[in-house]
């Protein structure tokens, strides 16, 4: 998990299927850690994703 903090911010907002939010990059590492309890193997072969840019 150490790489993660290099590709994110620590202020990331990840909206989840089940309607969850998490608000800062810690939360999202232990969410992740879940995730590879469960998958230990869960390489990602695509990836789709979407920026968006708040303006105030």
Same mark, same amino acid.
């Given at each position: 998990m150490g790489s993660i903090k290099k590709?994110?911010?620590n202020n990331i907002i990840v909206h989840y299927p089940d309607g969850h939010i998490t608000k =800062?990059?810690?939360?999202r590492i232990t969410e992740l850690k879940k995730s590879f309890v469960f998958?230990? =193997?869960s390489r990602?072969?695509?990836?789709?994703?979407q920026m968006v840019?708040?303006?105030h």
């Open positions: 590709k994110h911010s =800062d990059l810690n939360d998958a230990s =193997d990602i072969k695509k990836v789709k994703m840019t708040i303006l």
